[in-house]
């Protein structure tokens, strides 16, 4: 399959072709949830969760070829949407304020509805997502290898040439510092001091760029009729690491907040890096959230419950024929 789009046969007609295919579960009609995090300048450097912009264009334009966009009310009335077609709804994971001056306007261009989930804590602080620390000082700084050795985490190394290789290897960084628990462990805290006195200058000219919304950009997004907000907790920890007081506060005060920004109801949830239990799911129902989204691919459907709903990840580095790949393998292993 991988050879067959990458000699160039286009994924357009397979993609339409299974969307007919009746679902073994739930309704005919084919949902599949998008998870995009932000956008870069075509010319800024590589991160896996930030696609370039013009790359968004034409993803966005040959979705809308391929199927159609739904907003989030459409997913609690499936149902109602026409069986044989795909019908995608695009999510943003953080609240980066490139949602709303480069995602916004291509949005209404295409007219894609998207919710945009976002972390209250850095949008009131204003100080940036940890991980967007260590990305930026390795990649704005183009180091080819980080000795960690003092905080017991060994030396990395990055490699140079392949962008997605290279982001394979800031991964396992960045998956060796969340095994060691939130930005508050002692390891972590001490890895990011390092990375803030190292590269100051580096991180001072880049991180502006990739900095949270503000809380009257939310307001403003929210006002936008192709854009609505959801919640990504408080703080953006790994929620089954907190304990209980401290979780209920985080999805508690996160919806409160945004709900007096937005002045409306805010009941999706998206959990910090996928991260969900059992405990943290019933700490997001007494929260008030109806809808918790992960970062397990699959397609919505009746078997799936709501605050467990499937959602497929976007890459901002790697082949462009790749979405297509993925949605072809999505639908061809678990849309029949």
């Known amino acids: 399959m991988r050879n067959l789009l990458k000699r160039g046969l286009s994924a357009t007609a397979l993609v339409r072709a299974l969307a007919k295919v009746p679902a073994v579960n739930g309704p005919a009609a084919k949902v599949v949830v998008l998870m995009y995090h932000d956008l870069r300048a075509d010319d800024d450097f590589p991160n896996w969760l930030r696609v370039p912009v013009s790359v968004f264009d034409r993803q966005l334009a040959w979705l809308g070829r391929v199927g159609r966009f739904i907003g989030p009310a459409d997913l609690e009335r499936r149902h109602e949407l026409q069986p044989g077609v795909l019908h995608f709804l695009l999510t943003f994971d ?26 209250t804590g850095p949008m009131q602080s204003q100080e940036p ?109 790994l929620l089954p690491l907190l304990g209980d007081a401290e979780l209920q506060d985080n999805l508690a005060r996160s919806r409160r907040v945004l709900e007096g920004l937005v002045g409306g109801e805010v009941r999706g949830l998206a959990y910090p890096n996928g991260d969900w ?59 029949s």
């Not at 396992?172 to 100051?200: F, I, S, T």
């Not at 949270?212 to 950009?217: M, S």
């Not at 009746?302 to 024929?321: F, I, N, Q, S, Y």
Request: glycine content about 10%; hydrophobic content about 45%; overall charge positive.
């Open 129 to 237: 997502f940890w991980s967007d620390v260590v990305v930026t000082a390795v990649q704005g700084a183009g180091l080819a290898e980080l000795d960690l050795q003092e905080w017991g985490l060994g030396s990395f190394r990055f490699r140079t040439g392949d962008p997605a290789a290279r982001w394979e290897d800031v991964q396992a960084l960045l998956v060796a510092l969340k095994a060691r628990g939130n930005e508050d462990d002692p390891v972590v805290a001490g890895v990011l001091e390092h990375l803030r006195q190292r590269h100051a200058g580096v991180l001072e000219r880049h991180l502006p760029r990739f900095r949270p919304l503000r809380p009257e950009e939310v307001t403003a997004l929210a006002a936008d009729p192709w854009c609505s907000v959801g919640s990504h907790s408080h703080r953006h920890a």
């Open 277 to 335: 239990d059992e405990r943290v799911e019933a700490a997001a129902a007494a929260a008030g959230y109806r809808r918790g989204f992960t970062i397990r691919p699959g397609l919505v459907t009746d078997a799936c419950p709501p605050l467990r709903t499937p959602r497929m990840g976007v890459a901002g580095v790697g082949p462009e024929w790749i979405l297509g790949y993925r949605l072809v393998r999505l639908l061809a292993e678990r849309g």
């Open 94 to 119: 953080d609240g980066y304020v490139n949602n709303l001056t480069l995602a916004r306007p291509l949005l209404a261009k295409h007219r894609a509805p998207a919710l945009f989930f976002v972390s």
